[in-house]
């Protein structure tokens, strides 16, 4: 499905970007389903894991498989092919669920995540600790609007930092990086990426946001990093409603736990 290229840009590069990998009538039915998960954060009966700005206003939701936000054409979106596929094909076919968030950015809002790795908020990783990560995830920010608003230093994920990074780190975590470079995201194209990648989000107000943000993990069934969190995703119901590409990823979750 990919071509080594895209593969090898993966694994060098720590990111390769799909264009237009969601169809027009996906991402029709994406963005409603966003719309209705942050209508219910903001709804009376709340919930607790959505991300929210000092004034209050949602930048993003954490755990969307959540029963009380929980949205099929999501769920299901997380087996299309031109995710799943391509995540398989990039780090194998043996895979475990991780993570379902959604960032969104509502108008007069502007939000600023600092420059991080996300195993190690702070950046420091040891060069081998990176180098046994080039293929042990894959995490996606899958566009469903214009979105500009994540920045990466390309080949980052396999190294430790240079001086200049580190001092960039300490010194200004939220300004600039050497060789940092915008990700520019058209409604429909997904970024795959390493998230050791040094990288920040960053969206100006006014920038309408609407992005699966998702990650998976290659399967190791001796490393645990299951069930001890997200508890209701173990809840049969839940499981038995799964589509078929679904299982084995929640399985093998289920298993790792
Ligand atoms: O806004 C983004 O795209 C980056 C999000 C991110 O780095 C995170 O959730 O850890």
Redesign the pocket.
Known sequence: MLTQAERDGFRDLGYVIRRGALSGPQIVEYRAAVDRVVARCEGPDGYGDARRGSDGQIW?VNNIFHPSVREPALLSSLGEREILGVISDLVGPELQYHLC?L?VNPAGLS?R?RW?R?SAFDGDMTEAALQAALRSHVQL?GALRRDH??SIVPGSHRRVMTPGERDAMQTDPDGPMPGQMAVQLDAGDIVFYN?NLL?????AEGDSRQ?L?YAVLAHHPDAPTGPDVQTWLTDPAFLGTLPPPLRALFGNWLRSG
């Open positions: 993003g968030t960032l939000y995540l991080h996300d920010n608003c994540l998230s990288h920040r989000g960053d969206c992005t943000h």
